[in-house]
Structures are given as C-alpha cells and as structure tokens.
C-alpha cells in the first residue's frame, strides 16, 4: 500500500443489518476503523488484528455492533486497541456497553496496567492524528451527541457526515477542508418516512437535494447508512434527483484518494 494514497475500505455501508447488508464500518489505510457496525463480519482475524484504533461518530448500536467483539478477539496483544472520541461518546460506551453487565469492561482486562483497550478523549473542532491520517471532528445533529469528521492526509481529505439530520455545521467544514475529494453523507429513509426521519434526526432523499446547495461544487457525494427495508425506494428516489454529484453506496466498495 502507498503511503502517499489515502484507501478507505467502505466495509459496510448501511444503517440496518441483513445477510449483505453490513452496518456502518470504514476501514482507513487498513488501521484505523471509523465506526464498527461489521468490523468482525467483514474482516478476517488477521486483519482485525492490524487495526490500531476505531474512532467513533457515536455510540448507537448500529455503529458499535462489533466493537465489543473486536475487543474480545483483540484480548491478550501487546499494544491496547485505541478507541477515539469525544468525551459524551466514551462515557457512553463505558457506562452503557463496558460496564461490566452488557460486555466485560476491556479498559481493565487482562489488566489495569496493559489493558485491551485504551479510550481516547478528543475534542470537537481540534484535529488529531490517526497513524498517517489527520482527523478534525465536528458536531452534527443527531438524537445523541454525534460528530463528524475530515480526514486529510497531504494533499487530499474526505468529509464522514456520520448520523445526522440537515445541518450547517458539516457543510462549513466541507467547504474548509482544502483538496476535498469525497464527501460521505449519511441517507437513512425514503422520502414517505420523513416523519421517522426528523424524530430520529436522519435524512431522506429531498432533504439530501436540499443540503447539496451548502456543498462544495464538484465534488462527489457517496450516499450510506440506508435503512435496508428503504432502499429500493430510496435507490429510486435518488435516480429520479438526476443529480451527477450523488452515488448511493452500495454494498462494499474500495476507495483511493
Ligand atoms: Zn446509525
Ligand atoms: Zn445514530
């Protein structure tokens, strides 16, 4: 793999999981996991053995569903698992998943002093590194605290939207974010489910059309996190859009940037 290339590995693009359908996992540069919907599904031990972090949007089941099994299969090796988030999003995966009830807290196994895995506070609005990657979180709308974030590595960078309904915040940090070349926006429901979509702070199709007059111009936007029940209605919604910049993400895909 070059180091100079950014790869991102959409390992499963939806919101909803069903035999092909995987839940919401990017793999960067084979290393760094954002979310881990189907980090165990999709990858072989071998590989789940060489990722060194997951950063996380939020903690909803659907993009934590393997994390806690990941932590399991990780148990015993010599470096801890980083996983990389806010504060909000951490204390909600000690307190609701690693608490000793749902799931053994691996931040203290095998033991306190070399555990399997190390929770890494960041902050919205400062920029991280992640390996070779740099990640700048932002706040998004969501019915929990949820971020996105720019990831660059020189002279290219990617936007994740993660869960969010329409919001400003995300499009001013595309249009910061110098050489752009994707943009990942998440797109849950059909346009007739708009009632589920703003109880749940998701977007449908029109409200997608409507948030592209905030984007940079040219730049494509990759479409995941669909409901699986939605997505022929939503496949059809997005054709009819006739909008060149949208691509609906389906099933597995490899990126280079
Ligand atoms: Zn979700
Ligand atoms: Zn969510």
New binding site residues.
């Given amino acids: 793999m070059s180091h100079d290339t950014l790869a991102i590995r959409a390992l499963g693009p939806y ?1 909803g999981s069903a035999p092909g359908y995987r839940l919401t996992t990017f793999l960067i540069d084979g290393e760094t996991a954002l979310d881990a919907g189907s980090l165990t599904d999709a990858l072989p031990l071998s590989a789940q053995r060489r990722i060194r972090r997951v950063v996380l ?2 903690v ?1 089941f ?2 934590i569903a393997s994390l806690p099994l990941l932590m399991e299969n990780l148990y015993g090796q010599s470096s801890p698992l980083e996983v990389i988030a806010p504060k909000p999003v951490l204390a909600s995966l000690r307190r609701d998943v690693l608490n000793d009830r749902v799931w053994p807290d691996f931040t203290r196994l095998p033991s306190k002093a070399c555990p399997t895995v190390l929770l890494r506070p960041i902050r919205e609005g400062k920029p991280f590194r992640a390996g070779r990657v740099a990640f700048l979180p932002f706040a998004v709308s ?3 605290p ?1 971020y996105g974030y720019v990831v660059s590595k020189r002279e290219r960078s990617v936007v994740f939207s ?2 969010t309904e329409p919001t400003d915040r995300l499009w001013a940090a595309a249009r910061k974010a110098k050489h752009l070349k994707a943009i990942f926006l998440e797109l849950s429901f059909c346009n007739a489910q708009l009632e589920i979509a703003q109880a ?3 977007l449908t199709p029109l409200q997608v059309i409507a948030e592209l007059a905030k984007a940079p111009a040219r730049v494509p936007v990759y479409l995941y ?1 669909m409901k699986p029940p939605s997505l022929s209605r939503i496949r059809r919604e997005i054709a009819a859009a006739h909008e060149p910049r949208l691509r609906l993400l389906e099933g597995e895909r490899s990126f280079r940037f």
């Fill in positions: 919101g949007t939020h909803h659907d993009h969501h019915v929990v949820a993660g869960d749940s702070q998701h996190h």
